[in-house]
């Protein structure tokens, strides 16, 4: 294969940016993408089908405003809820109409290996899908934004991995050259899931993931072909250098203590995990309040419909009638997420990327990792994988003992992580950087 010069390159797989973590990394990905090719056009494809549009674009607050040539939806039909109306929140509903959108995209992907002309292709499909087609036919390369490949249970699992990779498949099948960006990877426990995501790996000339497990894991995978696997810092780095703000040393007293959390309702986890999770987090939250005074704020950082916090928060402090509880239900933006966590004395982090963005403010962190595995070992990278408690063992007593370890060693801690933090910054360019040297040396 002759290298060309780049005229497009696909941005693949979206997610929505109401996670502002996604939002971090996703604006990141934007800008090392035009940084080191700075002539491309670059088109993003979401994660969300072509049906979900135009609605779906509110979801992507950041991506729109990086002056991309255009975002388009992904061949899949999904059905993510985006608001609170709608039908498809009714899980048994929307597992339904995805099941059905999966085999339509099945039929694609089938058409699509059997080698029908592309004209004749784009000509029988529908107008939405056949632009969005247009647009990976026409694609020179493709940096496929990595995902959390894990499964909820051992039977859905291939499903579920199925459908992460299955844009990524058409660009294989279109024979693309593709390259997955900032991967983290559960190790799997179905075997057909495990083929599945080997079979689309091994077909990538570069992959970066953001910390040692996924490298374990991909490796272990991969075997021979693991070569082209590298281990980079987290992609939302590359953004909160550009927000970051000097912390500022506040002298509290008693009386002005200000503590955060950011809550996930996790219900894969199962009902007594969750049960525990609400008793110990009701107790810490008495503590602080009772005994140390603290003043305490519930902090968004994810505001997705599917990802809703409004009835844990409800369960969780029913009956505590404290003015000095504050909740925020509005979207902050990145730059006013940084600023809060800048402005607290303490974070007890259900999200990991507001752990993340905790200390990189300055705030040091206590972790509770609802999906524990991957993505977690980020935090072991900065050097504190001391203050992260695993959701399905939470007891009150466990939480607790831990909040008043990571409040005792947490100059300790901070200093630890803001001197990773700072190697980060520097690091985290080598995702396009090097992928772009494996992609001449792919070319050659």
């Known amino acids: 294969m002759k290298s060309r010069p780049f005229q497009k390159i696909l941005l693949l797989d979206f997610w929505s940016e109401k996670n502002r973590g996604d939002a971090a990394m996703q604006k990141a990905l934007i800008r090392l993408t035009r940084k080191y090719f700075p002539n491309a056009k670059l088109v993003i494809c979401t994660a969300y089908g072509v049906n979900q549009l135009p609605d779906v674009l509110t979801q992507f607050d950041y991506s729109t405003k990086e002056g991309v040539g255009e975002i388009i939806g992904g061949l899949r039909f999904t059905y993510f809820p985006l608001n609170k109306g709608d039908l498809t929140r009714f ?82 099948f279109l024979r693309k050259p593709i390259a997955c960006i900032g991967a983290s990877v559960w190790e799997l426990r179905n075997f057909l899931a495990r083929v599945l995501l080997k079979f689309v790996f091994a077909r990538t000339f570069f992959v970066s993931v953001r910390e040692d497990i996924s490298l374990n894991n991909l490796t272990k995978l991969l075997g021979p072909k693991s070569r082209r696997i590298f281990l980079f810092p987290d992609l939302s780095f590359y953004t909160l ?71 844990i928060i409800h369960e969780l402090f029913n009956g505590i009638n404290n003015k000095r509880i504050s909740i925020i239900r509005k979207d902050l933006s990145i730059q006013k997420l940084i600023n809060m966590y800048t402005n607290l004395d303490f974070l007890i982090a259900t999200r990991m990327h507001s752990a993340i963005f905790s200390l990189a403010a300055g705030t040091p962190v206590l972790a509770i990792a609802y999906d524990y595995g991957a993505k977690w070992g980020i935090l072991k990278m900065l050097g504190v994988e001391e203050i992260v408690i695993n959701f399905n063992e939470i007891t009150e007593k466990l939480l607790l003992d831990k909040f008043h370890w990571c409040w005792s060693q947490r100059h300790i801690l901070l200093q630890t992580a803001q001197d990773n933090i700072n190697r980060c910054y520097i690091n985290v360019n080598d995702h396009i950087r090097i992928l772009k040297k494996e992609y001449e040396k792919y070319c050659s």
């Open 91 to 172: 899980r048994p509903l929307r597992i339904a109409i995805d099941l059905i959108g999966s085999l339509f995209g099945l039929l694609l992907l089938l058409t699509i290996m059997l080698r029908i002309p592309s004209t004749i292709l784009l000509k029988l499909l529908p107008s939405k899908l056949s632009r969005s087609l247009k647009h990976f036919i026409d694609s020179d390369l493709v940096i496929w934004n990595g995902r959390n490949f894990r499964g909820n249970s051992f039977i859905r699992e291939p499903y579920e991995i199925l459908n992460l990779l299955f844009n990524p498949l058409v660009c294989i």
């Open 241 to 311: 250098n550009l927000t970051r703000l000097s912390k500022k040393i506040r002298l509290y007293t008693s009386r002005d203590l200000k503590i955060g959390l950011t809550l996930m309702d996790w219900k894969p986890g199962g009902v007594q995990a969750r049960v525990n999770y609400i008793k110990a987090i009701r107790h810490l939250t008495n503590y602080l309040l009772n005994e140390m005074k603290a003043e305490i704020l519930i902090i968004p950082q994810v505001t997705l419909p599917t990802e809703s916090t409004n009835e």
